[in-house]
T-cell receptor, first 112, second 115 residues
Framework: LAKTTQPISMDSYEGQEVNITCSHN???????ITWYQQFPSQGPRFIIQ???TKVTNEVASLFIPADRKSSTLSLPRVSLSDTAVYYC?????????????FGKGTRLHILP | EAQVTQNPRYLITVTGKKLTVTCSQN?????MSWYRQDPGLGLRQIYY???????DKGDVPEGYKVSRKEKRNFPLILESPSPNQTSLYFC??????????????FGAGSRLTVL
C-alpha cells in the first residue's frame, strides 16, 4: 500500500508558479512531511519539511491543511533548471522501525 | 564539507563476481540506508541501519547484504551479482532514526552494470 500519492508528471512554463500536491491519508501524529528534488543521475536533495500550516524557505513553500492528509509544494517563478523529479515523503513507522519510503515522485518538466 | 561518499561511482562486472559498494558519511549520523533506482520504479529501499550493529531489510533486500560495524560506514555487498541488479544505487544518511523529521543526505550514486 503506497504511503503517499502524487501526480506522475506535470508540465509548466518558465516564470509560472507550480504547485504539486501530495496525498497522505494515513499520516501518523508524529510524522513530518518532507519534499526532495532529484536531477537525473544525482541523489535526491532536501527541499523543505513541515508539520502543519505553512513553511517557507528560499526555495519553496509548503502548505499543509489542518487535517494533514495532503500537502502542497509550491515553487514560485520556476525556471528551466527546476526540471526534476519531486518526491513527497512521510515517515513510515512499522513495528517501531523506520523505513523511509520514496514513491515514484512527480516528474516536473519546465518549458521555455 | 558534510557529505556522503560512495565508491565506486561506476562499475561494470560479471555475473557471480562478488562486489562491495562502500558508503561513508562524515556527519556522525545514526541512520544510514541504501536505495536502488530503476527507470519507472522510483527509489526503492534495500537495507537500512538505525545505528551501529543494527540493520534491517527494506523493500527489496534479496541478493544484498550490509553491515554496520562503525557509525560512519555502511557497505553494500553483492555476494553473487546478477543482471537484474544492474541499477543506480544511492546511499543516504540522517542524524537520527526518529521517524517523520528525518532529513536524508544522499551520496552521488553508484551506477552498477552486471553482465
Amino acid at each position: 500500500l503506497a504511503k503517499t500519492t502524487q501526480p506522475i508528471s506535470m508540465d509548466s512554463y518558465e516564470g509560472q508558479e507550480v504547485n504539486i500536491t501530495c496525498s497522505h491519508n494515513n499520516i501518523a501524529t508524529n510524522d513530518y512531511i518532507t519534499w526532495y528534488q532529484q536531477f537525473p543521475s544525482q541523489g535526491p536533495r532536501f527541499i523543505i519539511q513541515g508539520y502543519k500550516t505553512k513553511v517557507t524557505n528560499e526555495v519553496a513553500s509548503l502548505f499543509i491543511p489542518a487535517d494533514r492528509k495532503s500537502s502542497t509544494l509550491s515553487l514560485p517563478r520556476v525556471s528551466l533548471s527546476d526540471t526534476a523529479v519531486y518526491y513527497c515523503l512521510v515517515g513510515d513507522r512499522k513495528n517501531r522501525d523506520d523505513k523511509i519510503i520514496f514513491g515514484k515522485g512527480t516528474r516536473l518538466h519546465i518549458l521555455p | 564539507e558534510a557529505q556522503v561518499t560512495q565508491n565506486p561511482r561506476y562499475l561494470i562486472t560479471v555475473t557471480g563476481k562478488k562486489l562491495t559498494v562502500t558508503c561513508s558519511q562524515n556527519m556522525n549520523h545514526e541512520y544510514m540506508s541504501w536505495y536502488r533506482q530503476d527507470p519507472g520504479l522510483g527509489l526503492r529501499q534495500i537495507y537500512y541501519s538505525m545505528n551501529v550493529e543494527v540493520t534491517d531489510k527494506g523493500d527489496v533486500p534479496e541478493g544484498y547484504k550490509v553491515s554496520r560495524k562503525e557509525k560512519r560506514n555502511f557497505p553494500l555487498i553483492l555476494e553473487s551479482p546478477s543482471p537484474n541488479q544492474t541499477s543506480l544505487y544511492f546511499c543516504a544518511s540522517s542524524r537520527t532514526a526518529l521517524s517523520g523529521a528525518n532529513v536524508l543526505t544522499f551520496g552521488a550514486g553508484s551506477r552498477l552494470t552486471v553482465l
